[in-house]
């Protein structure tokens, strides 16, 4: 019997593209640090990741770079960057 899928859980943005021009080696799971205005606009379902990678500092933390995630309508002066770089929790 197959297991059912979580009702809570929904992925936001996956890349397609990466995965038909590129063999995938490895595959982690990951996180990501987020702020108010950026989850918000993730929940509208807006977020492309076609063009981002993620890339290790010289500390070992892990960021995806180059993800767009627009700002929130709503959001005012609080209002996130679309293209900054997001650090991964791992």
């Known amino acids: 019997m197959a297991a059912k899928p979580d009702p809570n859980f ?8 990466a995965r038909y021009n590129y063999e995938i080696g490895e595959i982690f799971e990951a996180g990501l640090a987020l702020t108010g205005t950026e989850v918000k606009s993730l929940r ?33 002066r609080f209002n996130h960057p679309p293209k900054r770089p997001r650090k991964l929790l791992l």
């Open 10 to 17: 929904k992925v936001v943005a996956d890349n397609r593209k």
């Open 44 to 76: 509208t379902g807006k977020a492309t990741i076609a063009e981002s990678y993620a890339h290790v500092d010289r500390q070992g933390e892990a960021w995806l770079v180059n993800a767009n995630i627009p700002e929130y309508l709503a959001g005012n």
